[in-house]
Each structure stands twice: as C-alpha cells, then as structure tokens.
C-alpha cells in the first residue's frame, strides 16, 4: 500500500499505486489536461511557459504532467503521449 498526496487539495490518503490527484480533485485534473491537450493540437511547438500561458495555469502545472508521464518534453517542446 502507498499513501499518495493529491496536488490539488493536498489530501493524503492510502492508495495500491502512488497518485497525484485524489477522486475528488480527479475532474479539476481531466480539465486541466484536456486544455493543455486542445493547448498542443493548435500550437504543437509549444513550450512549458506557452503552454501555460496560453491555458493560463502555473508553468509547474504544465510540468507537473511530465512527471507524471502524461506529457513528453522533447527538444524544447512538448508532446503528447
Ligand atoms: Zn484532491
């Protein structure tokens, strides 16, 4: 068992696999990436601080998803898994 630490509300709760977002927080983390999705499908050579600028989050936000695998940076830009 782990316990896993939601980024969003900072709730700690046990988990079989680590996690980042709680259930709670889980449709805040969908959005979220989802605009960063739509973010990358118009502007595809985007980097972290455009990225969150144009989806108007916190550049860690954006990074944030490379941590968790979700998003790829490669040569200064980023790509979608
Ligand atoms: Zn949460």
Not at 62 to 78: C, M, N, T
Request: proline content about 4%; hydrophobic content about 35%; aromatic content about 10%.
């Amino acid at each position: 068992m782990h316990w896993s630490k939601c980024k969003f509300c900072g709730t700690v709760y046990p988990t079989k696999k680590v996690e980042v977002v709680c259930k709670n927080c889980k449709p805040i983390d969908e959005a979220l990436f989802s605009k960063i999705e739509a973010y990358l499908q118009q502007f595809p050579h985007s980097n972290a601080m455009q990225i969150a600028e144009g989806c108007q989050i916190s550049v860690l936000e954006v990074l944030q998803y490379i941590d968790e695998g979700r998003l790829q940076l490669s040569k200064g830009e980023f790509k979608r898994l």
